[in-house]
DNA sequence: GTGTTATACTTAACAGTGTTAAGTTAAATG
DNA sequence: CATTTAACTTAACACTGTTAAGTATAACAC
């Protein structure tokens, strides 16, 4: 019966190598400039193969958008095993946070802006990755306030603020590259910094 | 010598009704679903006409954009002078650019988000509005830093880290609308005076 | 008033897009 | 060996932004 399996471990090789090819091209080029027929031709296959392995290029962004969120919740869980103090825990995290965003700003601008534009009636679904990278931030906030670092306001507010913060920055970041920002990773810690230090006591 | 007058009259209205058409169709059908056909059919002309009152879909974008910035540049300006205390101006205005973005979401959306991406290697030109808004925020952060109520840091960041925070918290509050945030207000209150407790000394 | 020029706009077309229906080819099954 | 099934391709549709060429009308000079 391995024949069968075959046919699946090929199936399966040629999504991930569509999904390699999609991601490749849209993070250099950018989402509209990239073409079903130019990721086909980079595979070397005709454009409607593409649409066995994915409905449409909205899927196929999503697809590669969750690889990537995916990999931005390993990121963080890695980090938060390697530190103690939340304080610099949450430093570290709001930093990775910009970093992913800035790598695939694409990702990023799908996720947290395009994505939620067309799919109303739910900000972060149930379950969803999104979710769960907030949950994480939610658990690093509230283990600063448990300590009495941060003043005593709801984890809720605390977490919104520090999010509020990544985000802006982040896509200020993506989307306005040539405006004379002071330099990028001096900004990015002076924006964590001053939320941080705000929050406290 | 009326005629010509009138000629001119003439142009500046049908540019002002292409641009009316255009910001319609761009809020609500989203930038990417409105063709420049579509466009030319709510005004009743042929779509090429446009194209001798704006050089290209982005450039119409542009200007749509650029109105908007108008707007919300005025509602700045009305404010300022109204306040001596640079801080509760900061504090004021911070509020104001955000409920500025909320009451209009979409126009928002389109000159932070969505137009980036479309006109790329826009810093801030020099002398645009946009540029204009940002020296505004500029002197009132540079006032709080002169009167030693801010920590010695460069205004230029200064500025760009209180623009992160409320960009931020505006594209959230806009994308997210069911997420469960804390009460609106409180979230917007939170996340300026957070920022600016970061910033004093 | 007539001929010429400039202005304002339109028609037709190009090269490209996402996507689908129908067709092909080769392998697996009975 | 015949038939079915799966994987992939070809051709086409209805769109897109944009440009070159054409047209009709209004303004101007004489």
Known sequence: ??????????????????LSAARELFVNEGYENVSMRKIASKIEYSPTTIYLYFKDKADLL??????????L??????????????????????????EFGLEYPQDYKLTF???????????LQEGSVG???????????SECI???????????????VMWSAVHGVTLLLIDFPDFPWTEKDKLIDTVINTTIEGLKA
């Open 73 to 98: 919740l390993n990121t963080l869980e890695q980090l938060k095993r390697d530190i103690n103090d939340p304080v610099e825990a949450l430093r570290k995290s709001g930093k990775a946070y910009v």
């Open 146 to 160: 448990r300590q009495q670092i941060f003043r005593q306001v709801d984890v809720e507010t605390t977490g919104q």
């Open 62 to 71: 999503d697809s590669v958008c969750k690889e990537t969120l995916l990999n």
């Open 131 to 141: 979710e769960k990278v907030f949950d994480y931030l939610r658990a690093m906030v």
């Open 1 to 18: 019966m391995g024949i069968k399996e075959r046919k699946a471990r090929e199936k399966k090789q040629l999504r991930q190598q569509i």
């Open 113 to 123: 802006v395009i994505r939620p534009q067309f799919q109303k009636g739910l900000g």
